[in-house]
Structure formats: structure tokens, C-alpha cells
């Protein structure tokens, strides 16, 4: 839960996903923490500057910005993650799929477009899924929902995949591809950026 992947993106960045640091129920307090790295997606620069390990791009959302009155790491350009395992960009879009693992009972599925300015809250721990955690009622104001999930029953930790370009199976042309790391089960969706148009098992 300290470090879910890192991956170049279409923009030339760095993009780093922390997990928040593990234990149960964020212990350490870091999804919602500004000063915290844990719980974030991280977007850094490591080529520009050859002096230095990274720089801050210019664009990232709280570069020059507080957030709730207390000032936001730069580096991060996504917050309220528990354990980001595996992010792609979508080659052909852009687009960013993003799978957090959940904790007791829901596993979740981020997509964020393109053009997006970054500065999300994926709500996590407010969130779990698309459900309050721990609680019936909680503010969701300014949070960013995962597009699915999927309850445990049987499933207990979500992989993320990638969105298919390929041109040996059709079918699946544009399809995102996740899976479980519990059950083995591997799923496909399709997201046409406001709803899910298609999904289906396609290893059980």
C-alpha cells in the first residue's frame, strides 16, 4: 500500500500511484492529507532539469494553489486513493484508467479523460467504491466516483488493465480489460465518457 505503479504518460511526465500507506482504515490519515504523498497520483518531470531528480510541470493542478486553506504538495495531481494497482493510458485517447483496490467490500474503477486539469479527489477514505466507507451517510461535495465496482463476494483485489488496441480481436477493439487478483476473473467494458455502454465477464 505505499506504491501501486509508475508509468511515463502520453505528456512526457513521470506518473506515480501511492497507496496510503497501509494498514486498515487509513491509519495514517494520508488519502486527504495535502502534505502527504501516500494516497495520491503523483505527476512529476525527470527529464527537463538533468541536476535534479524531478521538477513540478508547470500545468499541475496545485502548483500555485490552496487547497481547504492548507497548501497541496505539487507533485500531486490526484488525491484519495488506497492503493492504486496499475494505471494505463489509453494509446489511442489518452485517456486514463486508473483501478484502486478497495478494503472490506468494494473494488473500484477510475477513468479520467484526457484533457482532464487533474486536481481530482477519488474520496478515498469518505469513499469506498461508490459507497459512504464505514458509515450510511457521508459528504460526497468535490469527489470524483469511479465509473464501476464491484462488491468482494468472492472477489477480493482489483488489477487494473488496459483499453485494447489491438487488431486480433475485434470485438474487444476500444475495450478496457481488468481482472481480479482473487478469483481470476477478467472483465471488459467499454465508457463513452458519461455512461458505460458495454460490459461483460470474459474470464470467469
Known amino acids: 500500500h505505499n506504491g501501486g505503479m509508475i508509468a511515463f504518460g502520453p505528456d512526457g511526465f513521470l506518473w506515480i500511484g501511492m497507496g496510503d500507506g497501509g494498514a486498515a482504515n ?3 490519515g494520508n488519502g486527504q492529507n495535502p502534505a502527504a504523498l501516500l494516497g495520491k497520483l503523483l505527476r512529476v518531470d525527470v527529464t527537463s532539469d538533468p541536476s535534479r531528480a524531478y521538477t513540478i510541470p508547470a500545468d499541475n493542478p496545485w502548483l500555485a494553489a490552496d487547497w481547504n486553506d492548507q497548501e497541496m ?18 494509446r489511442q485517447t489518452g485517456d486514463l484508467w486508473l483501478a484502486d483496490v478497495g478494503q472490506n467490500l468494494w473494488e473500484e474503477v477510475n477513468w479520467i ?6 486536481g481530482l479527489n477519488f474520496g478515498w477514505p469518505i469513499m469506498e467504491g461508490k459507497s459512504c466507507f464505514q458509515a450510511e451517510n457521508c459528504d460526497q461535495t468535490g469527489l470524483t466516483l469511479p465509473i464501476t465496482d464491484y462488491r468482494h463476494e468472492g472477489n477480493c483485489s482489483v488489477t487494473g488493465g488496459y483499453v485494447y488496441r489491438g487488431k486480433r480481436l475485434p470485438d474487444l477493439q476500444g475495450a478496457y480489460i481488468y481482472g481480479d487478483y482473487e478469483t481470476g476473473k477478467i472483465w471488459g467494458l467499454r465508457y463513452d465518457g458519461k455512461q458505460i455502454t458495454w460490459k461483460q465477464e470474459l474470464v470467469d
Request: aromatic share 18%.
Open 26 to 28: 487509513d491509519r495514517f
Open 113 to 118: 479523460s484526457a484533457g482532464s486539469p487533474g
Open 73 to 90: 504538495r505539487d507533485e500531486i495531481w490526484a488525491l484519495g486513493l488506497r492503493n492504486p494497482w496499475r494505471f494505463s493510458f489509453d
